[in-house]
């Protein structure tokens, strides 16, 4: 009964070491709770004394501050997550190296000749952007709402390479497409309840 207890622990072990470091499922789970400090601690410091935003707005720009955070987390400091849980969990080294400005640029856009799951995970990524951001603001337009989007996907992109990640043309297009559809999709909404 002893060994069946141990290699059941160990299966447990590989099989969330597998799914936490490994999957899209995990890489969300090692982004959360970072996301979370930091909405706190802005929703702490932003909205302390501040009676004149009414909550619904509070409560959209801390969301808005959690999924920033979070895509940050995701798209340019993965692999620093990945080594912090892989020294916090095992108190050893993940073996991760992080080639900094070694990440690569494809300005070729292909992603209708290939649709892969990291296309379709990129698109649904962005997509609270263009909901939580406009949410969050006091007077919010469609335009700036889309020019902001816009600016934190060419950023990100840009940056990627300086984190061994790769700039491609195919996220920017992805993203900004989604960041258009929800942004689109939400004033759409909000014009057809103001009638």
Do not use: H
């Amino acid at each position: 009964m002893e060994k069946m207890n141990l290699f059941d622990r160990m299966g447990f072990q590989y099989g969330f070491q597998y799914f936490f470091f490994s999957t899209y499922g995990g890489y969300f789970l090692e982004a959360l709770p970072f996301a979370l400090l930091v909405s706190a601690i802005f929703g702490i410091v932003r909205f302390r004394r501040d009676d004149e935003t009414p909550v619904r707005r509070k409560v959209a720009a801390c969301s808005f501050v959690c999924y920033i955070t979070g895509l940050v987390c995701l798209v340019l400091f993965l692999d620093v997550m990945r080594i912090f849980w892989y020294r916090l969990f095992y108190s050893m080294d993940s073996g991760i190296v992080i080639d900094w400005f070694g990440g690569s640029i494809d300005l070729v856009p292909d992603f209708f000749n290939n649709i892969r799951g990291e296309n379709i995970g990129n698109f649904l990524m962005y997509l609270p952007f263009g909901i939580l951001y406009p949410l969050s603001r006091k007077s919010p337009t469609w335009k700036n709402s889309v020019i902001a989007g816009l600016l934190a996907v060419i950023v990100i992109e840009v940056l990627q390479p300086v984190f061994g990640r790769a700039f491609d043309m195919n996220d920017i297009i992805i993203d900004s497409v989604s960041i258009i559809l929800s942004t689109s999709i939400l004033f759409l909404v909000k014009k057809i309840r103001t009638r």
